[in-house]
């Protein structure tokens, strides 16, 4: 025990203050009528006095240690999720009923427990929730009805509302499977190490099979992929993937379905898959070939044997749109996966424009596709783009072909690279009678040697269009009297490649801004086809500076214009990121308008109505974002068919209205494939010196569990300040009155 001072103001106020009351107690006189017995009386309730004001003046305070019984706290955390109505347990009961009947045997044990322990029931789906107890029984419901098991998250919440207590331990009754879907999929070893780091050990029993007997017998289809969209009759491909349980080497048709008329879904496509060990997933690919454009849904099915358990999962559906027209891209690179990403998003952000792309290594044929001979026919594609590709990748008959493609009326444009153009080889392939530019054999860079410097123009290099290439409206990145400004405030490129010379009937579209005037981009129109020479390779640069805009423009621009497509009508499209959706997920979109001749449409105004499947219709905000309008909503709360419209007016102008349609599933985590997983259980109650245990070990846990009494005793720090309690303010009060009663009765006042 120690005794330590807090002064008021310090030692010395407090000894000036003491040395006052002790001046006036000794200057004070007292009465002259007072006997010298009672004069004496007086002084001592005096001193008495002082001294009590001079101790609360010091604080004194006196600090000692004594030890406690901390009490242990025990938890016992319920599943209640559906998964629990599953009837796999001894005697066709359902594992929630089998708890329930554990928990009534083990009442007596856990009102035992209750006068050692503070024990604290939780039930859990997708979060904890405190359930109370009454010696030890308790209500959890007659029905588990939770739509989600997410084990971490319940563990995670326990810890945190029991933060600062001792615990003797986690009961979890589960059947171990974590099914959860974001925020509430919190892996469950997170809040297990947790555990294990504070010492506390987490008891696992687990209910059900690891394959359920419900379940035993089941087609289940997944991960349905398909395009978002598709041009008229082009190939429609659809995969997905189908895992079977209880049908070892048997026959499972599968089959596609077209929405062929409003609501009528007609079989378009079968294929039979055999069923091989339980749980593997088999590939799934069907495809068709759409006629006529438009909004369809499409639906992959299974037709397993029958006793399959769980029909609801044997189909998948989404919708798909099939555009008229369109422009079919290939690009072929081999080099810059920069410039190559930025290239393909500033594409893909179009509906109208549909991207193959290829990446080939010059020095691996094993990088070669076996399709790519015949991806060069004319009809293929409309536009081929080929980037840093060194000649020596393709054999000759392919690059006859293309050359044959391009005059055919197909275009083509080369970008710049180490070994595109004159580096790559093209002097001496049939492709060299297209471009628009003249090269040389010594112009050629093999791999290995160091890079010809001469070949390659020096960067920072600016780039803007000649006089030519802003007539031909290709290289408009704006209003008109704008575009001479937006050429100059885009970034350089890193360089580019030297033309040496250029064929007779070329045109150069822009140039260097240096005093060389280096032709950047030349076009040329052999036979139907035309073609563009590109010497640059880093036009990535405009979209990380902020010009993402117009760097899509100019990419579209190109394509368009080697398609011949660069005078097509404007029309409103809308686009969604994916057409299926669970219920209750937000909904992204983007919409705007492709106009015609390449011009912005910066005065549009754009208005987007959501239907819903019942038919109610809600009006969607639209935020513009540059040339695009952005939108989401988060109305998904029915299953079923949604259709998104997008109308757009100029003015009173109507300029045209687009909608995409899309599909909320509902998705039953639990039920879908209710397999017990007391594997997890187990690794859970090793990771923190638990104890995984069956149903009937759960009893006699708990007797042995109050026999241990875990209870420790821990010294606890202990203050005690006299000068703020109640006797000391009895007391000096007491010897006040005490004054005033004697000198009152003396007659001293």
């Given at each position: ?345 500033a594409l893909q952000a179009f509906p109208d424009l549909r991207i193959d792309y290829l990446w080939l290594d010059a020095q691996s044929k094993d990088t070669r596709p076996s399709d790519l001979a015949s991806r060069f026919e004319p009809g293929k594609y409309d536009v081929y783009i080929l980037g840093d590709l060194d000649s020596s990748i393709f054999e000759a008959p392919e690059l006859a072909r293309l050359a044959e493609t391009v005059r055919a009326g197909a275009g083509l444009i080369m970008l710049g690279g180490l070994h595109s153009f004159g580096p790559g080889g093209y002097q001496k392939t049939p492709l060299a009678e297209v471009l628009p530019i003249q090269m040389s054999n010594l112009e050629r860079q093999n791999f290995g040697e160091d890079v010809a410097v001469d070949l390659h123009l020096p960067g920072p290099m600016k780039m803007r269009p000649t006089a030519e290439g802003e007539a031909s409206r290709l290289l408009l990145l704006g209003q008109r009297e704008e575009n001479h400004a ?264």
């Amino acid at each position: 025990m120690q005794i330590f001072f807090y002064p008021v103001g310090g030692y010395g106020l407090v000894a000036a203050l003491a040395a006052l009351l002790v001046g006036l107690l000794i200057a004070a006189p007292l009465s002259s009528k007072a006997t010298g017995r009672r004069r004496k009386t007086l002084l001592a309730l005096r001193v008495g006095t002082l001294i009590l004001l001079v101790l609360a003046l010091l604080r004194p305070t006196i600090v000692y240690t004594t030890t406690k019984r901390q009490a242990s706290t025990l938890v016992v955390l319920v599943d209640r999720s559906r998964s629990m109505q599953v009837a796999d347990v001894f005697g066709n009961q359902t594992r929630w009923q089998a708890m329930q009947l554990l928990l009534g045997k083990s009442a007596p044990a856990l009102t035992r427990l209750q006068q050692d322990f503070e024990v604290k029931f939780y039930t859990f789906d997708t979060s904890a929730r405190p359930v109370a107890i009454d010696n030890g029984k308790l209500d959890l419901g007659a029905k588990a009805d939770g739509s989600e098991s997410a084990i971490g998250a319940a563990l995670a919440e326990v810890l945190k509302r029991e933060a600062g207590k001792r615990l003797a331990g986690i009961v979890l009754l589960s059947d171990g499977a974590q099914r959860a879907l974001t925020p509430n999929d919190l892996a469950p070893q997170i809040p297990a190490r947790q555990l294990a780091d504070l010492g506390f050990p987490l008891h696992t029993v687990a209910f059900g099979q690891a394959r359920s007997q419900a379940s035993a017998r089941d087609v289940a289809l997944t991960g349905l992929q398909t395009p978002a969209d598709v041009f008229v009759k082009n190939e429609l491909a659809i995969t997905a993937s189908a895992k079977t349980h209880g049908f070892a080497n048997q026959k499972v048709p599968i089959e596609m379905l077209f929405e062929t008329a409003p609501g009528k879904m007609t079989t378009v496509a079968k294929r039979e898959i055999i069923a091989q060990a339980d749980g593997q997933p088999l590939p799934i690919e069907l495809t068709y070939l759409p006629q006529t454009p438009g909004d369809y849904k499409v639906t992959v099915r299974a037709q397993p044997p029958s006793g399959d358990a769980a029909p609801a999962n044997n189909e998948l559906s989404t919708f798909v749109t099939v555009r008229k027209g369109g422009v079919n891209v290939l690009y072929l690179e081999g080099a810059h996966p920069v410039e190559a990403k930025f290239l393909r998003r500033a594409l893909q952000a179009f509906p109208d424009l549909r991207i193959d792309y290829l990446w080939l290594d010059a020095q691996s044929k094993d990088t070669r596709p076996s399709d790519l001979a015949s991806r060069f026919e004319p009809g293929k594609y409309d536009v081929y783009i080929l980037g840093d590709l060194d000649s020596s990748i393709f054999e000759a008959p392919e690059l006859a072909r293309l050359a044959e493609t391009v005059r055919a009326g197909a275009g083509l444009i080369m970008l710049g690279g180490l070994h595109s153009f004159g580096p790559g080889g093209y002097q001496k392939t049939p492709l060299a009678e297209v471009l628009p530019i003249q090269m040389s054999n010594l112009e050629r860079q093999n791999f290995g040697e160091d890079v010809a410097v001469d070949l390659h123009l020096p960067g920072p290099m600016k780039m803007r269009p000649t006089a030519e290439g802003e007539a031909s409206r290709l290289l408009l990145l704006g209003q008109r009297e704008e575009n001479h400004a937006l050429w100059a405030k885009l970034p350089p490129l890193d360089g580019a490649n030297r033309f040496r010379g250029l064929s007779p009937l070329a045109n150069v579209l822009a140039e260097s801004v240096d005093a060389s005037r280096a032709p950047l981009l030349v076009a040329q129109t052999p036979g139907n086809g035309r073609v563009l020479a590109f010497a640059g390779d880093s036009t990535w640069h405009w979209a990380m500076a902020g010009f993402e805009d117009q760097h899509q423009r100019f990419w579209r621009q190109l394509i368009l214009w080697l398609a011949k497509k660069e005078q097509q009508d404007g029309s409103v499209w809308v686009q969604l990121a994916q057409r299926r959706f669970q219920r209750g997920a937000r909904v992204e979109f983007e919409a705007g308008v492709l106009a015609k001749d390449s011009e912005p449409t910066t005065d549009a105004q754009l208005n987007a109505e959501l239907t819903l499947p019942d038919g109610a219709k809600r009006q969607v905000r639209l935020v513009r974002q540059g040339e695009k309008y952005i939108g989401s909503f988060y109305e998904t709360d029915l299953a079923g068919d949604y259709t998104l419209t997008v109308q757009a007016q100029r003015g009173a102008k109507n300029l045209g209205t687009a909608s995409v349609r899309f599909l909320v599933y509902e998705q039953d985590l639990e039920l879908e494939n209710p397999a017990a997983d007391p594997s997890l259980l187990a690794s859970l109650a090793a990771m923190t010196d638990g104890r995984a245990m069956v149903p009937d070990e759960l009893f006699d846990f708990f007797e042995r569990l109050g026999a241990d009494r875990p209870d420790a005793e821990v010294e606890v720090l202990a203050k005690h300040t006299p000068w703020d309690t109640w006797p000391y303010f009895l007391g000096l009060v007491g010897l006040l009155c005490v004054e005033w009663w004697l000198r009152k009765r003396w007659g001293l006042v």
